[in-house]
């Protein structure tokens, strides 16, 4: 099964910005749009992105997302300590006909 | 407003089949897909599979192509999601979530079924 590439860790300190890379391939990132989850322990998944870069209704604006050829990237500003989880990118592909989800990147704030 | 609750906590013994059901409501049923995710313990996200309640046509993650099997019903607004010949490594919270198309963003999610396979 096929797999968005993401690095596993990323840290900063409050106020830091961080930012998380996403790298995939034609005929996902390539072909689609791509989203973000947020994963806190015990909780279910949250839309933080979609469509590359637009937030969901009620998401802080320093959750900021992008996208260039096969890879995206999201970037937290301002770094909050509530902002420590789990992250996931996403993206359908096209010639498969599955939904492609992150290796994700566990964010630490220091 | 949206909600999808799904069926309580399952175990099950190493062979057995499991049937997780996804109960919609808060919006038409049959305008927006369901998606199937689930994370084992210590693990990442993962994919199993998506349906149509609009037809009823599915498309399954290839780990799972021929374990997995994804149904519906208009009538309860309900998706059911059964996983068969489960193994250690299929204990899991599965959870279900709405998407407006298969390619779109996963905007609701349910609160998350825990399986657990065990001898």
């Known amino acids: 099964q096929s797999v968005l590439t993401q690095p596993p860790s990323a840290s900063g300190t409050p106020g830091q910005r961080v930012t998380i890379s996403c790298s995939g391939s034609s005929s996902d990132i390539g072909s689609e749009t791509v989203h973000w989850y947020q994963k806190l322990p015990g909780a279910a998944p949250k839309l933080l992105i979609y469509s590359n870069n637009l937030r969901p209704s009620g998401v802080p604006e320093r959750f900021s997302g992008s996208k260039s050829g096969t890879s995206a990237s999201l970037s937290i500003s301002g770094l909050q300590s509530e902002d420590e989880a789990d992250y996931y990118c996403a993206a359908w592909d096209d010639s498969l006909n599955v939904y492609v989800l992150g290796t994700g990147t566990e964010v630490t704030v220091l | 407003q949206v909600q999808l609750v799904q069926s309580g906590a399952e175990v099950k013994k190493p062979g057995a089949s499991v049937k997780v059901s996804c109960q919609a409501s808060?919006?038409?049923?049959?305008?927006?897909?369901i998606h199937w995710v689930r994370q084992a313990p210590g693990q990442g996200l993962e994919w199993l599979a998506i349906?149509?309640?609009?037809?009823?046509?599915?498309a399954y993650g290839q780990n799972f192509q021929g374990r997995v099997t994804v149904t519906g019903d208009t009538s309860t607004s309900t998706v059911y999601m059964e996983l068969s010949s489960l193994r250690s490594e299929d204990t899991a919270v599965f959870y279900c979530?709405?998407?407006?198309?298969?390619?779109?963003?996963?905007?609701?999610w349910g609160q998350g079924t825990l399986v657990t396979v065990s001898s």
């Open positions: 349906f149509n309640p609009s037809g009823g046509s599915t």
């Open positions: 979530a709405r998407s407006n198309a298969k390619y779109s963003g996963l905007s609701h």
């Open positions: 808060g919006y038409t049923f049959t305008n927006y897909y």
